[in-house]
């Protein structure tokens, strides 16, 4: 009987391990599911920001006949660098009327590519006058 002392001691060694190693998978999944949350929200505001650029850029083609070349966009909204940039496409005639067809790519950038926080969306809209 005496060669059964601390086989209960093993076994308790052998279950706080096991709950250890549970523990910090749970600890880990947890980091990974906030990680994942935090990109899914920045994307959303990048695409919110391409877009309010693109849109900036159709004012100024349609309000004030002017087409930006490559204009930072200031101040930053929600900590975002939006480039907007604008491309004359070319010119038709219609009815004897000249319109023009341009290009309005948005670009906005949140952190510095290769960082874990880096975030970017491009989006482009064919502008005729």
């Not at 959303?44 to 349609?62: C, D, L, M, P, S």
């Not at 000249?98 to 874990?116: A, D, F, K, L, Q």
Request: glycine letters at 8%.
């Amino acid at each position: 009987m005496r060669k059964q002392h601390g086989i209960t001691l093993i076994g308790a060694i052998f279950i706080l391990v096991i709950v250890s190693l549970l523990g910090q998978y749970l600890v880990s999944i947890t980091g990974v599911q906030r990680q994942t949350s935090l990109l899914s929200l920045q994307t959303a505001r990048a695409y919110q920001t391409a877009t309010a650029g693109v849109e900036w850029g159709i004012f100024q083609i349609t309000n004030n006949n002017h087409c930006p070349a490559n204009q930072v966009l200031s101040p930053a909204l929600n900590n975002f660098t939006t480039t907007v940039s604008c491309n004359q496409l070319g010119s038709y005639d219609e009815n004897g009327i000249m319109h023009s067809i341009y290009r309005v790519t948005s670009r906005s950038e949140y952190g510095n590519y290769g960082e874990i926080d880096y975030v970017s969306r491009r989006l482009q809209a064919i502008v005729h006058e």
